[in-house]
């Protein structure tokens, strides 16, 4: 009996790693078996070509390494993940919330590419993942739908204004700025949940956005 996998996404400062939290907690108290994972898995040293990447060993900009390059540093990382931390868990009939997951790589990745191949590169990353690598398919992918103003304060908040720590993906507002166009394409191809996080020019509360995304989750786990 396999589980069920839920994802939690959206771009840098979003709020993911809160509300992937939220949600767990939530759950638990209504007497479900979750497990919670977050990718990049940074215990993990299936994570460090991910991590090198991020860092900017491989080029000071994201579209330094190109998008199926990248990708694979990613799935790796989910492999071992789900090889070594949650397979038997979810093939049990656990759930699993995931902050990140495939889907990612489809918003970081998408927005290096020309739109017109944004389909092509889908279908091989969906492919790779859930077929190749035979990593499980997602069940229900909630997106975090923020402004990249917006995130960026929070992030700038995060690291105290200390703005050499972010990676390179969120200290490129331009990159982000395409990602988050293909998190739109993909969350409409796909059928995502998206909520909204933000007016524009300040975010919304956490409790509000928490109790969007868990009241979500118990609409699809009812069905």
């Known amino acids: 009996m396999s589980g069920r996998l839920v994802i ?13 939290k939220l949600l767990v907690e939530a759950l638990i108290a209504q007497g479900k078996v979750v497990k919670a994972v977050s990718f990049p898995n940074y215990e993990s040293k299936a994570s460090l070509p991910a ?18 390059a990248a990708s694979t540093f990613y799935a790796v990382d989910r492999y071992a993940s789900y090889k070594t931390g949650w397979q038997t868990f979810y093939e049990n009939g656990g759930i699993v919330i995931a902050d990140r997951y495939t889907v990612s790589n489809a918003v ?8 017109e191949q944004w389909d092509e590169y889908l279908e091989w990353l969906f492919d790779f993942e859930y077929e190749k ?16 103003d917006v995130s960026q304060k929070l992030m700038s908040k995060r690291y105290a204004g200390q703005e050499g720590k972010k990676d390179i993906h969120e200290k490129d507002k331009e990159h982000l700025a395409k990602s988050r166009t293909g998190a739109h394409y993909c969350a409409e191809k796909y059928g ?10 300040e975010p919304y509360s ?10 979500t989750v118990q609409e699809y786990l009812k069905a």
């Open 192 to 201: 995502w949940k998206v909520i909204s996080c933000d007016d524009g020019s």
């Open 133 to 148: 690598l035979a990593i499980p398919t997602p069940n229900l992918v909630i997106y975090l739908d923020m402004s990249i």
């Open 108 to 115: 970081h990745q998408c927005g290096k590419l020309p739109k």
């Open 8 to 20: 939690i996404e959206g771009l840098d400062g979003s709020g993911k790693a809160t509300q992937s």
């Open 51 to 68: 991590q090198m990447y991020l860092n900017g060993e491989f080029g000071t900009h994201p579209e330094d390494v190109n998008a199926y």
């Open 206 to 215: 956490i409790e509000s956005i928490s109790e969007e995304v868990v009241n």
